[in-house]
Every structure is written in C-alpha cells, then in structure tokens.
C-alpha cells in the first residue's frame, strides 16, 4: 500500500514500475491522479505500472498522438484513463474532453493548474529525478538512477 502525503526513493526502473504496481493496486474508481516530472523522470514507466496493477488491458504507453486513452478493466475493475494534458492550455479543454472521472481511474500527465476545474480532490505525484541526469528525451525508461517520488493529496478551495 502506498501512503498518501509520503515521499519515496526509487532507484531503479523495476523498482519505479513496482511501486505503480502497488500504488494501482490501491486505486478505486473516482481516484484523479496528476502526474508531473521532467521528461526521462519515469512516467511512463509509473503509468505501466499502475495499469499492471489496475489489471488493465494494454500496453499503457506514453500518450504521444492522443490526448486521452482509456485502457478497459481486464479483471472487473475501472478502467484507467490515461490523458496528456501537455497539449492543454485551459482547464476547460480538459473538461472537453468528456472524461467519466467518477467511473474511471484518471491519470493525467502535465495536468498541474488544470485539475482545480474539473475536480474538488485529486492526488498529485511528483517525480523528481536528480539535477544534472542525463535528458535521453524518451519517458519511458527512467535509467537506474535515484528518483524522488512525492504524494500529495490535495482538495480544491471553494472560490
């Protein structure tokens, strides 16, 4: 079980797919995740794993032609909606995109400043990776170095 509120080391690329395995393992319909780091921090790799452990159909891949995809449950679970709000520059071009936030897992990247309109709770996860790694420019493999993973729960102010 992943704590919320917790920060945690990583230090591999097993190891960062092992800790989305258990993090999707904990995860139930309704649960918004916004996912933030630099590019080679391991996103890709965290998003792979947290759709292993939702037993999600696949593979969950980088969301680099599409803005949303949604991989359906393969074990009678929610499916994982899997958005890249890279592309997004206000909140309601994610509320376009028509997304069952109340049936489904969501797993936004880059969507930080664009959550607070669509939902009243969500869970940030921040991957940081050490200064000066070496920028591959391919999310998908975060290399054996030490990331830090921080998890935030985070609830919206009334205006």
Do not use: C, N
Not at 52 to 61: A, K, Q, W
Not at 122 to 146: F, L, N
């Amino acid at each position: 079980m992943i704590e919320l509120d917790s920060e945690s080391i990583v230090s591999t690329t097993g190891e960062m797919h092992a800790f989305g395995v258990r993090l999707g393992r904990s995860l139930a319909a309704g649960d918004l995740l916004v996912l933030t780091g630099p590019l080679g921090a391991g996103k890709t790799t965290l998003a792979r794993g947290i759709g292993e452990g939702l037993g999600v159909r696949g593979p969950v891949t980088s969301p680099t032609f599409v803005l949303a995809r949604t991989h359906p449950s393969l074990v009678g679970g929610p499916p994982l909606v899997h958005v890249d709000a890279y592309r997004l520059s206000e909140p309601i071009e994610l509320d376009d995109l028509d997304i069952d936030f109340a049936g489904s897992v969501v797993l936004v990247e880059w969507g930080r400043g664009l959550i607070h309109a669509v939902a009243s709770r969500w869970v940030d996860i921040e991957i940081e990776r050490p200064t000066g790694a070496a920028d591959t420019g391919d999310d998908a493999d975060p290399g054996d170095e030490p990331r830090r993973i921080r998890i935030t729960r985070h609830h919206a102010t009334p205006a």
